[in-house]
């Protein structure tokens, strides 16, 4: 009887050191998940940012074309304003957010 009791308890030590071993490499899967899902995130962001960049440079490339073969110089004038009023928006943008962060200071 007590023999079988002490069994029982090895038996039951034994899957208690077992979960535990398990619940330790499952957290450390964990950890490693976050810091792989935090690293795509940063290249994420940086490959976003240069997809912005291209696209611009593809803008300055195709407003530079314009100019080059256009004869008509209203269409070109036209271009130029309207990308002014986007600079002059994002401006005015910029100006408030900083406004912002000395107020909320």
């Known amino acids: 009887m007590m023999e079988d009791l002490q069994t029982l ?3 039951i030590e034994y899957k ?9 490499n499952l957290e450390q899967s964990i950890e490693s998940l976050i810091n792989d ?3 795509l995130n940063k290249i994420v962001l940086e490959q ?10 593809i ?5 530079g074309e314009t100019i080059k073969n256009s004869l008509d110089t ?7 304003n309207n990308l002014v009023r ?3 928006k994002c401006v005015g943008i910029i100006v408030e957010t900083e406004k912002a962060k000395i107020s909320n200071k």
């Open 9 to 11: 308890i090895s038996g």
């Open 16 to 24: 208690i050191r077992r979960l535990k071993d398990e619940k330790h």
């Open 37 to 39: 899902k935090n690293e």
């Open 48 to 57: 976003s940012q240069e997809i912005n960049s291209l696209k611009e440079q």
């Open 59 to 63: 803008k300055t490339l195709k407003l």
């Open 74 to 80: 209203t269409d070109v004038k036209l271009k130029i």
């Open 86 to 88: 986007k600079i002059d």
